[in-house]
């Protein structure tokens, strides 16, 4: 097992408040990685409107809910399970899938390992090369894979190096892990932010592989952390009845169910979230590729990994410089196989793309 070192997570606004005396509501995050637009303004009046759904209890079978989930991403709603954030979801499937080994690709988020490690099994890392641009090599990824693997993780987009895998990567990654009695969890959260949806999310797979269970959630692209509604995908029948017997009777409130219903159907939120986030990646990784004081590996999702080229600057400097001006970016030297001269960084609105950029380009 890899060693974690402490660091400033998106939502440690509480912490930068004590330590620097800054308001956390003067802090912009480009940390957690979460939609600038906020929450959709019709999500809002939604909400208001239906406050007394929390005077009775949700369907525990979340009909409705789980419909509107399968019509958003392609799929049917017989394959859907809903859950208290996707974090739930990955602790229910590691419990029931009971890994005794697993591997994951590096640099990624690191609950990922927790879970597998609470669950008494143990995890190797197949590390993504950064003279590659951190894109996976499937050819010599996929040779790495044997029998004494139960379990491969994959988050794509990857957190924090924003790069993909493709659908027919995947398709291949699948065919090999079948091979060798492998089962793959996918972590899509971030897979809204991409260009193209439909031939990059892996959920059409689930229709002909029952090796795949898929993961998403609405904290990021809807900008509801606090919501905690989360959902998985599969097309393996056991695993969805083995995962509904083992639930909480009710996984989510009234109030998310009431939600999500909404959100997946808000087609102009969620345009101009793609719009605004199309944009600004394309400019923000065109600014930092014109500095020769860093290096932008070129990003997926609605954030960028940026190796710092400057040998007097680290992420340290960099993070401290940031905040001091009320902008919090991550310094990712907290992450396996990277160190101090990487920081990453989400796309927020123009203006505050435009401060970040000249604090860290000065």
Known sequence: MLTHKDHFHGSDLEKIEQIYGIRKEDIISFSANVNPLG?????????????DCITTYPDREYSSLRQCMADYVGTEKENIIVGNGSTELISLFIQIEHPKKAMI???????????????????????????????????????????SIDLLILCNPNNPT???????DMRTILDVCKEHGIYVMVDETYIEFVEDVT????????????????LRGTSKFFAAPGLRLGYA???????????????????????????????????????????????ERARCYQTMLN???????????????????????????????????GLMIRDCSTFPFLNDKYIRFCFMDPADNDRLLDCLLR
Not at 111 to 140: A, I, M, N, Q, W
Not at 297 to 312: G, H, Q, S, V, W
């Open 39 to 51: 929450i959709s303004p019709k999500l809002r009046e939604h909400l208001a409107k239906h406050i």
């Open 105 to 147: 690709l590096g640099p990624t988020y690191s609950e990922y390992e927790r879970e597998v490690s609470l669950g008494g099994g143990t995890t190797v890392y197949y590390p993504l090369k950064e003279e590659s641009g951190f894109k996976l090599d499937t050819t010599h990824f996929t040779s790495k894979l044997d029998d």
């Open 162 to 168: 924003s790069s993909c895998i493709s659908l027919d």
């Open 199 to 214: 031939h990059t999310s892996a959920v059409s797979l689930t229709a002909y592989y029952n090796n795949i269970i898929i």
């Open 233 to 279: 995908i599969t097309g393996n029948e056991d695993l969805l009845r083995n995962m509904n017997q083992r639930k909480n009777p009710w996984m989510i409130n009234s109030l998310a169910a009431i939600a999500g219903e909404l959100m997946f159907q808000d087609d102009e939120y969620i345009q101009a979230t793609r719009d605004l986030i199309s944009t």
């Open 291 to 325: 500095s020769k004081r860093f290096h932008p590996y070129k990003p997926t999702a609605n954030f960028m990994l940026i190796r710092i080229m400057d040998e007097d600057l680290n992420s340290g400097i960099l993070f401290d410089r940031a905040i001091r001006e």
